[in-house]
């Protein structure tokens, strides 16, 4: 049945399905990147209209999603490589409280993980996100990120060593 999904996103019952499972965690993703959750929100409908327009068809969940957050990942380059002069709006005060956060990040303790991560570096935020709360394999988020396994692994020790840091300084302590 999921392979069907996404063998036909033609079909507006898979795509809405489709939509409504990847959205919101691929706005917060894009977010990372441009700091803009608006343009984060456009960026994730042309991801989505990019799959369509070109009839893409998937194998797998896997093969989706990485294709996904590639493409999310790449238009986000794009816009800010193009858009270096504009200064982002803040998305603290574009981001509900109660909204597109809080359906990702359940727990108080997922919360406090995501503000936290808001001060590391993008490029590390991003690893620990995609592997973390997305469950993205290290070869996934290395095709995902452009970047060899390797990388992936350093990024992530890296990350997870300026993470502490700051949790440490929070007085957070993970279990």
Do not use: W
Request: net charge positive; charged share 35%; aromatic share 10%.
């Amino acid at each position: 049945m999921e392979t069907e999904i996404f063998n036909n996103l033609s079909d507006k019952t898979n795509l809405e399905r489709a939509f409504e499972d990847y959205a919101d965690a691929l706005i917060i993703f894009i977010n990372g990147y441009l700091k803009d959750i608006r343009e984060a929100e456009d960026i994730m409908m042309d991801c989505f209209v990019e799959i369509i327009c070109r009839d893409i068809k998937f194998d797998s969940t896997n093969q989706f999603r990485a294709y996904l957050y590639t493409c999310a990942k790449n238009k986000s380059l794009n816009y800010l490589r193009k858009n270096k002069h504009l200064v982002p709006l803040d998305s603290e005060v574009l981001i509900d409280k109660e909204g597109l956060e809080s359906k990702i990040l359940k727990s108080a303790k997922d919360k406090k993980l995501y503000e936290a991560m808001k001060k590391i570096k993008a490029k590390y935020s991003q690893v620990l996100y995609l592997d973390y709360i997305l469950g993205f394999s290290q070869d996934e988020i290395a095709k995902i990120l452009g970047v060899d396994s390797r990388a992936v692994k350093n990024l992530k020790f890296r990350a997870k060593k300026k993470l502490n840091q700051i949790l440490k300084q929070e007085n957070f302590v993970l279990e």
